[in-house]
Each structure stands twice: as structure tokens, then as C-alpha cells.
């Protein structure tokens, strides 16, 4: 079956733009997280989605936001870009809730966002 | 607050066994997972611990001890390809996964 899809893969942008990212999990799968990875850091928790409600939400400012489709797609926006966010950015497909069960989530090759 | 201690890096000889140790503090604790990343690529799933003891798959092998909040993954026969960062991951009461920073692991031939 089809992995987690991400888009667009890289992208460039400049200060003070906006962004905006999108996911499409594995058929059937109801949740989506993403996180922030920067070069040697680990991952950060942006939020979760499951059956289009944010089910939490990491200590990230009110620039980052998401949304869930009907259909489980969602997608991810910042808005006033900073040089700070310039990492990428990784969505995570889950059948449950990303912590639920076995906790198993599956990743897609993220989106490498650079900020100039 | 929530927090998950791993090292940061570890270093091992190609054929060798290596422990990557991952001791938490969480509200809540439904069970323990590993990650596996390689350079440029995406986290991919290893194992997941739920109960105390040890799980093993092929070389790779998790254990768990609640009562210590602590586990760890333990890789044997370490093969070049091993070398890659390792993240543990707890599942907490609200359902949300915490994660640790992750452990770089460097395989030397």
C-alpha cells in the first residue's frame, strides 16, 4: 500500500511569508502528527489530528497551525516565516491515536523548508 | 513535566552489541517505542514495549522496567547500516508521544 506522501519536498521561502505543507497518510489511517526537526535536534511536536479535531498540540506559536480533511489529508501552515523555521518538516500517519496501541506511526520523507 | 533522557551519542565496533538506554518522566505511561533514522531520511518504527521484559526481533531487541522507568534497545552483530540515530518514544495518558532527543549511534569497521 501506498506510504505517507508529503508536499512539496523542498521549498524555499522568504522572511515573512507563509507556508504551507500538506500530508496524505496511509489509506485508512485517522490520525496525523507533525513534527519539526532542525539539523542534530530531535523531534519536536507540532500537533495531532485525529477525525479532523486536534487532539493536542506542542509549544509551538500561534504562527503554526494545522487542519484535517474529511478524508484524513491534512496540511499545515505558518504563517510570518522566520529564519528560525527554516527545518524540516515530517507528518506521521497512525490507524489510532499516535500514542494508542502499539504507538507505531508511520513517517513520510518531510518537507525541507529553508527560510531566506 | 514530561521529559525523556537518552544519550547523545554513542560509538561501537562494527560486529559488536550496543545498549542505548532511554530513562523517562511522564504523566501517565501506556508504553515505550523506538525509532530508527537514518541521515536524510524519515523515523522508521523498531519496537514497542508495553509490559517489564525484554522483546526481541532479529538482531534488535527492547526491554522495559516500569517500575524503574527505564528501558532501552539493545542491537546485536552491529552491521555498518546500523549507524543511524535512535529516538525512544513514550505514549502518555493523553495519548501523545513524547519523545526523547535521540541517540546518534557511529559504527567504526
Known amino acids: 500500500k501506498a506510504g505517507v506522501t508529503q508536499t512539496p519536498r523542498y521549498l524555499i521561502k522568504t522572511r515573512g511569508q507563509q507556508v504551507t505543507l500538506s500530508c496524505s497518510p496511509i489509506?485508512?489511517?485517522?490520525?496525523v502528527s507533525w513534527y519539526q526537526q532542525t539539523p542534530g535536534q530531535g523531534l519536536q511536536f507540532l500537533f495531532e489530528?485525529?477525525?479532523?479535531?486536534?487532539?493536542n498540540k506542542g509549544n509551538f506559536p500561534g504562527r503554526f497551525s494545522g487542519r484535517q480533511f474529511s478524508n484524513s489529508r491534512s496540511e499545515m501552515n505558518v504563517s510570518t516565516l522566520e529564519l528560525g523555521d527554516s527545518a524540516l518538516y515530517l507528518c506521521?500517519?497512525?490507524?489510532?491515536?499516535?500514542?494508542?496501541?502499539?504507538?507505531?506511526?508511520?513517517f513520510g520523507e518531510g518537507s525541507r523548508l529553508t527560510v531566506l | 513535566g514530561q521529559s525523556l533522557e537518552q544519550p547523545s551519542e554513542v560509538t561501537a565496533v562494527e560486529g559488536a552489541i550496543v545498549q542505548i538506554n532511554c530513562t523517562y518522566q511522564?504523566?501517565?505511561?501506556?508504553?515505550l517505542s523506538w525509532y530508527q533514522q537514518h541521515d536524510g531520511g524519515a523515523p522508521t518504527f523498531l519496537s514497542y514495549?508495553?509490559l517489564d521484559g525484554l522483546e526481541e526481533t532479529g538482531r534488535f531487541s527492547s526491554f522495559l522496567s516500569r517500575s524503574d522507568s527505564y528501558g532501552y534497545l539493545l542491537l546485536q552483530e552491529l552491521q555498518m547500516k546500523d549507524s543511524a540515530s535512535y529516538f525512544c518514544a513514550v505514549s502518555d495518558s493523553n495519548y501523545q508521544l513524547i519523545w526523547g532527543a535521540g541517540t546518534k549511534l557511529i559504527i567504526k569497521p
Open positions: 489530528y485525529f477525525s479532523e479535531t486536534q487532539r
Open positions: 489509506s485508512g489511517h485517522r490520525s
Open positions: 514495549n508495553a
Open positions: 511522564t504523566s501517565g505511561f501506556y508504553g
Open positions: 506521521a500517519s497512525s490507524l489510532f491515536r499516535a500514542g494508542d496501541n502499539t504507538g507505531e506511526l508511520f
